[in-house]
């Protein structure tokens, strides 16, 4: 069964570093979405990203968040300067398309800032 | 936009009883419905999923149910087995001419006595 990819699966990083999340989603997938979920809590939407550009982003996605499909293959999620409040897992998903149901999510990403 | 309640937040049942979640949503136009279940430090997994054109879907033990005029879904497991320990979360999306992402309930924390 086709996986959604994700690496590294742990990050630490000091406060104030750029990080870089990859993501190599389903190969016949369009549609592309990050999310996050804070120990314990939902899983929130952060951004989405159809056709090279993002279709839609929560409050959350500010301006110290974006998001790249630099090779066709992958797709990143960059957090500028991270802040304590980031630590989070993240996990990247793809769907089919408009008509087609279900997503999939990958492993995921812990990301923990200190 | 979107807003998915979902209850109880903890649900502890005894091995062979049924289990029942319930979620709630806000936008009368989302039409996809997915349910995951996701173990500790692992991935969301879509167990079981409905559209706004059925009322009811069934796989085995588990089976969801959608009421759209009181725009309420529930996840209903039969014969529960200590395995299915896990939280599980409702989500809400709309899917056709765009794809709008996944909102998520706040989870319910399942536990299985056997």
């Known amino acids: 069964e086709p996986e959604v990819t994700q690496t590294p699966s742990h990050q630490v990083t000091q406060m104030g570093q750029e990080v870089i999340l990859r993501c190599v989603p389903i190969s016949n997938h369009l549609y592309f979405y990050w999310y996050r979920q804070i120990l314990g809590q939902k899983v929130e939407f952060l951004v989405s990203f159809y056709n090279n550009e993002i279709s839609e982003k929560s409050e959350i996605f500010d301006d110290q968040f974006s998001v790249e499909r630099p090779d066709g293959s992958n797709f990143t999620l960059k957090i500028r300067s991270t802040k304590l409040e980031d630590s989070a897992m993240y996990f990247c998903?793809?769907?089919?398309?408009?008509?087609?149901?279900?997503?999939?999510f990958g492993s995921g990403t812990r990301l923990t800032v200190v | 936009g979107e807003n998915v309640e979902q209850h109880p937040s903890t649900l502890s049942v005894q091995e062979g009883d049924s289990a029942v979640i319930k979620c709630t949503y806000s936008d009368s136009a989302s039409n996809y419905f997915p349910w995951y279940k996701q173990e500790l430090g692992k991935r969301p997994q879509l167990i079981i999923d409905i559209r706004s054109n059925v009322g009811e879907k069934k796989d085995q033990r588990i089976a969801v149910t959608l009421n759209k005029t009181a725009k309420h879904f529930s996840l209903h497991i039969t014969e529960t087995q200590p395995e299915d320990s896990a939280v599980y979360f409702c989500a809400a999306s709309i899917k056709g001419s765009g794809n709008t992402p996944l909102v998520f309930g706040k989870g319910t924390r399942l536990s299985v006595i056997a």
């Open positions: 998903a793809s769907s089919v398309g408009v008509q087609r149901y279900g997503y999939t």
